[in-house]
């Protein structure tokens, strides 16, 4: 089966078919969160990881639903996947977000039809939604004031339209 176009802004990224015969064994049946990473040009080529239930997001990275290893390093203002280092990740997918730390989180926020994160700044439906503060390596979500540790960015689509 083959997923169809779609467009964030200018960038065109592969959507993910619903019902696709590779996936990795029972994690990630039923998600829809692709990754896409993209350069400041146009011109150079954009990176995919994906499809996740959920990916959370710390000052050292992101990691996915499925493993401990870290999916992509934020290192000066760029993210740092498999060698190469791009300005801009975008979700495929409508997402909720909501921060963690320890044994505590906060409640959903969304959905964002639209989300990305570009220098520290993640942005939903086009508004900045959160600010990674180096100075304590947290996230500063704007509308609560509050800092958390880690982020986390989760599929919210009704089942049927997954």
Known sequence: MRGTAAYIGSIRYATVPKRCRRR?????????VNLIFSYVHP??????????????????????????TALASYVNHQWHVEGLDYFRLDCTSQVGVHFERSREHSGRYGPYE???AVNGLAYGDDRVIAFLDSRIDEWLY?????????????????AEAR
């Open 142 to 158: 704007y509308d609560s004031g509050y800092h958390w540790p880690m982020m986390v960015i989760s599929d919210v689509r009704p």
């Open 24 to 32: 990795a064994p029972c994690s990630t049946e039923g998600a829809a």
């Open 114 to 116: 639209r989300f990305s």
């Open 43 to 68: 011109s150079k080529s954009q990176k995919s990881l994906g499809p996740f239930r959920r990916i959370s997001m710390s000052a050292d990275g992101i990691r996915g639903d499925v493993t401990t």
